[in-house]
């Protein structure tokens, strides 16, 4: 047995036997063939081919039927690049030509059609780069014999375990036989541990070399509230895990029992705790554990569940209307495309950057792609039919930016009115203060928008100059880091004076632990995964609002994020006159 350390990046307890995934390109090797193999080497390929194009097929009609087309999709540009006879034709050729075995032709076509479209002068075909990678990783895997199998022909459970997954990953394989995973990269604020949580899988990042200390079907058990895995568990270790997998099932029913309960502070202020969205099937959470509206919709994550294709004007409006509903009497809180950085942008950005994440992303696509977020636009407007939408904008950076927003967004309801498209235009605009500039003009902006959502995950990579994503880092990444503290407070106090709303829909929202700081500090919306809203109720209807401002007002002198987190749980572990007072 062998217990490894690593990242807690979603919760929950997870057994099962492993399956390993490579997604860096493997070494390929050349070996020459003779002239009378040439035709069988062929056929080989072919089958390869062909198998490939079934179990790609295969795998989108299963998430068809799961999650819907718009989940789908994301396996059409790779099927559309296998029926392509251009790139067949070349392999083939190579074969042929060469007398080269399958895998090295697969490698070379690929590495070829790169280099062509690099020089291309069209940035949209040189972007194809990306997925023709994904499909030469493909067929190699399967002529090598990797992939003739399915996870669901594996007994029993399944945990992923992979140098790296992205979110489209995370998305495929939640909805196999996968009840966790471990990568060796990423962190906690990662959008694939988003998606890990919004399925409700465990997942531990951040362990190195994993995949080579195990092999398929090794039995393993994945903490995700430790961040630890069990290599080889003991039969007594495996029985101690099974235990808490049943206690934690168990804390959730308990939980659930507080859906019909107000976040009510024990001196009796309210809180509101609204839910994160990502994934369409998240919607019915809001009600079943309670959430008190929609904080945040995160509508990138419907075009990369699309990708390569655009949503189109009616699918945005099919999803809005959902949300606007589920979220009713409350609000539904959907944030324009936060596209750009490591998400998948190709097909709007029509760019390559150096540095993606300070590059062209957020509002600074919104108002450079105006053709493209006019759709998501004009859905807006006509979902707010259905229930309170409010419109928010990510990555605001400058005045100027909103400004010009909302320009773009008087042409598009005028456009709207000539074509008698029914509509409703009285929608509250908000931005993400989440980036350092923002939230030192936090005075100004709060004259131009009617509400601010403090999105934490990037406002401390970006003070605290931490990618969010290297676990190389991952201890720098502190959310309790005076400076962040300061700037918060800042914001919460300048959105107090101009009388806006302002919520809180990071993931510090999601941690019971900082609830009294949170609160504390003038906040009274936070928003979350909809699962953890029971979690952060409980704790928060044991607080006392009149204890929390001393808390704080020492917490904002403390010159380390340790000096803090220290300060927090002596708060939590005395709760002194909070015993005394009636729910």
Known sequence: ????????????VAIGRAVCIQTRVAEVYRF???????????????????LTKLELGRMRGKVDQDLGDELAGIFDAHLLLLQDGTFTGRVIDQIRGDKVNAEWAVHRTVEELEARFARLDDAYLRERNEDLRDVGRQLIRVLRGVSHHQ?????????VVADDLTPS???RLGRE?????VVETGGRTSHTAIIARSLNIPLVGGIGGITQLLTDQDLIIVDGEAGAIILHPEPEVLADYRARQRDLARREREMLATCELQARTRDGVKIELMANIDLPEEIDDVSRYGAAGIGLYRSEFLYIERSPDLPSEEEHLAVYRRLAEAA???PAIIRTYDLGGRKLAREVMHTHEDNPVLGLRGIRLTLARPEVFRTQLRAL??????????ILLPMVSTFDEVRRFRTFAAEVTAEMRREEVLFREDLKLGIMIEVPAAALIADLLAREVDFFAIGTNDLIQYSLAVDRNNEHVADLYQPLHPAILRMMKSVIREAAAARIDISLCGEMASDPRYAPLLIGLGLRRLSMSPRLVPMVKTRIRELVVGELEGMVDRCLTFRTAGEVEHCLEEFLAVPASRQELSP
Do not use: K
């Open 177 to 181: 036989a996968v009840v966790g995973f």
């Open 328 to 330: 009713a009497p409350y």
């Open 1 to 12: 047995m062998r217990e490894l350390r690593g990242l807690s990046m979603a919760g929950g």
């Open 32 to 50: 020459p063939l003779a002239e009378e193999d040439v035709a069988a080497e062929i056929e080989r390929f072919e089958q390869a081919l062909r």
């Open 151 to 159: 996870l669901s022909e594996i007994a029993g459970d399944v945990i």
């Open 381 to 390: 407007f006509r979902a707010a039919l259905y229930g309170d939408v409010w």
């Open 169 to 171: 990953d995370a998305v």
